[in-house]
Structures are given as C-alpha cells and as structure tokens.
C-alpha cells in the first residue's frame, strides 16, 4: 500500500510559477510510475504528466508542453511538478498517482493516489 501526499499548491496570479510536491510511502517508491492529474470545477479528471519509475521517460499533456516539468527524486521518494507560466485555465485540483503498469496517460492505469492540492490562478 503506497500513500501519497501532495503539497505546494495555492493562489498565484497569471504568469506565476509553484512547484508541487508528492510524498510517497509505504512501498518502494523507485518501483513505481509517478503521474500528475488535474479537476478543474465541473471537468474530469485529466492526465497532466508522468516519470517513469527510471526517470528516463517523461510524458505531457499537450495543454502543458514547454511550461511544466515533472521531476522524481527516488532518495526523497518525492515527485515534483513544477509548474511555470501559470493560466487561470490551470486553475483545479492537482492530483499524484503511482502506477506500476504500462497505461501511464489514463486514471486507470493508476492504482493509488493522493489527497490533492488546489491550484488557483487568477487573471
């Protein structure tokens, strides 16, 4: 059983940066597959980013692609996502998730997850 706990979010204006962070226990954390999801108000929730558990492989959403960077620290059992140029359409609910399978991009190849931080960006 992994747990996982996200951190890092709050209120920023457009144009700002934050950098998320996810902490990982309860298993080996090196093992696994680290993903990023994101529920706006309304919406699904939708992938946003993933590291392979190698860390030699990275994935974006296409919304995201040049402003955000995913980032693991196995030593830490920590992922980050850091987070630039901010939208008010990034405005929503920042999830983690573990994944030890080969579905990386979908909520379904995830088996555990975190609590989630909330992201607002103003305009």
């Known amino acids: 059983q992994v747990q996982l706990v996200e951190s890092g979010g709050g209120l920023v204006q457009a144009g700002d940066s934050l950098r998320l962070s996810c902490a990982a226990s309860?298993?080996?954390?090196?093992?696994?597959?680290m993903g990023w999801f994101c529920q706006a108000p309304g919406k699904e929730r939708e992938f946003v980013a993933v590291?392979?558990?190698?860390?030699?492989?990275?994935y974006y959403a296409d919304s995201v692609k040049g402003r955000f960077t995913i980032s693991r620290d196995n030593a830490r059992s920590t992922v980050y996502l850091q987070m630039n140029s901010l939208k008010p359409e990034d405005t929503a609910v920042y999830y983690c998730?573990?994944?030890?399978?080969?579905?990386?991009?979908?909520?379904?190849?995830?088996?555990?997850w975190g609590q989630g931080t909330q992201v607002t960006v103003s305009s």
């Open positions: 998730a573990a994944s030890r399978g080969v579905l990386i991009k979908v909520e379904a190849g995830y088996a555990y």
């Open positions: 590291i392979t558990w190698t860390a030699d492989t990275t």
């Open positions: 309860g298993g080996t954390f090196s093992r696994y597959h």
